[in-house]
């Protein structure tokens, strides 16, 4: 039943629009909101990834003392900005990012964590570990040099185009289609129905992520005409809408002082906040007489629960213009502090986060059923036998891409561990091994004709290398999970995780899987 008020011509023509729009964009949109689902717990899992993270936090960890450690490693340009990540239970890890002065007078962009008790400097230019910010990278396309971002915020951009059609397709019958699913009859209208209800079951989340993440991917697209059209090409001008305190102006040649502690000056902050955490800080002049520092802190419950504390290094003083209190921002500062919390999930604390990885995984269920629909939907004697074979090849293509990430994240996981962490460039080859074990997944799998047969021996495959996740950490870390869940549980909770995952996956693919598919019908 058509849209009321809605004609035969608009009708096809919308219904087309979701039909191409989809099909296009359906393989990348999963690999978006597969990697993201992981992305969301990027955080918590570096204490897996890193064993050298697997510390206790130093409740009298000197911020200053690690500062003058790393100056004395790097000559550090304490005049331009340095950001500093704090440690907590996630990550006891103090990490600093700074400039470095070089010989040649020129400025090299440096990362490097200090050690919470041997104040020890490891540069994270070339990091032991990446798991965590490879999955992140992949979940807009990182790793596609320039154009990754931009491609990512376009098939978001078209995933909002083609929600607004499925509404206006199925408006009238959509609940309907809702409370009346069933998983029998012919599988055309068991994947339509399938895609109808995880549809409406994750709009709102899917709507979120269409918004966010073509307002994140396109934003320098979006910036450009609104720079020259209104700051008269000016790009600090926009970019002090959002972050004030960034118009403070720092005289490189001011005099050295002696300065409060940077514990002194968080102190502020917990005396103002007790219930939020320092999420991190940025500091200007470090050392001189008018050093300025920011304090960017969350209690990660609410949308605009998070501000920033401005004030000087030298005596503590509040600069009340540049700061921004909790649930007290300007128009600017408000989208972007709620549109940055809806896409990444920070709020709602752990609950969320869950929330937002199981509606993600639904929505990739969702993109593979629309993937059937277009195939199911093509395969009858309208359609010339070169033209079935033709669907039918697309479909396993887009199903070997998307259905062979799931063993190829354990793959990456397990190179985690596998790979000697002392080892020369150790992250290049846990990635190339990540990636070529994806590619090699796919192609093998391009050879596998049924589709039932695709999905079942991806998910077998998948759970066996899942289940092997926490015997490897174990194995070479000797932290095993009845050993971690006291005093590093976020170990103990990754471990648990694939261990659940593989053992759900194997008893999917081996008990209900084992049914052939009708769909996988020959192509005649």
Known sequence: MKLKGLGDK??????????????VISFAL??????????????????????????????????????????????????DNASLIFPDEKNPLFTVYAYQKTDDNSFHRISAY?????????????????????????????????????????VSLFFFFAIVNGLLIHWRNLFTKFFAFFTEGKWRNIWTNAHTVLGVLGLPFQLIYAIT????????????????????GDVSKVYNKVSPEDSIVVDENAPESQNLSIRELAKHVKEAYPNHQIRYADMRNYGKEDAVITFHFDDFGGLMSNGKFVM????????????????????????????????????????????????????CFMIISGVMIWRTARDNKRYSYKQRLFHHRVTLVYLAICLSMFPAFAVIFLANKLVPIEMADRVGLVNTVFFLSWLVLIVVGLFWKSYSKLNRNYLVIGGVLAMLVPVANGIVTGDWMWSTWRTIPYVA???????????????????VLMVKNASDKPIH
């Open 10 to 23: 608009t009708y096809n023509m919308l219904f087309h629009t979701h039909t191409v729009a989809g099909i």
């Open 30 to 79: 999963f690999v978006i909101f597969f990697a993201g689902a992981f992305s969301l717990f990027r955080h918590e899992i570096t204490q897996w990834e890193n064993p050298e993270a697997r510390q206790a936090i130093n409740s009298d960890y000197d911020y200053d003392k690690a500062l003058a450690k790393l100056d004395s490693v790097y000559t550090i340009d304490w005049h």
């Open 114 to 154: 200090i050690a919470p008790d041997t104040y020890r400097v490891q540069d994270l230019s070339h990091p032991h570990t990446t798991v965590g910010d490879t999955i992140y990278y992949l979940h807009y396309f990182g790793q596609i040099p320039v154009v990754g971002l931009y491609l990512s915020g376009l």
């Open 213 to 232: 993440g073509a307002f994140f991917g396109l934003l320098t697209l979006i910036l450009i005409p609104t720079v020259f059209l209104l700051y008269n």
């Open 312 to 363: 000087y290094m030298r005596d503590g003083k509040l600069l009340p213009e540049y700061s921004v209190l909790p649930n007290e921002k300007s128009y600017s500062q408000a989208i972007i502090s709620v549109l940055g919390k809806l896409h990444f999930g920070d709020f709602g604390g752990m609950t969320m986060k869950v929330i937002y990885f199981v509606l993600s995984l639904i929505t």
């Open 493 to 511: 909770y990754v471990d648990l995780f694939w261990l659940i995952v593989g053992f759900l996956t194997l008893y999917i693919s081996l008990k």
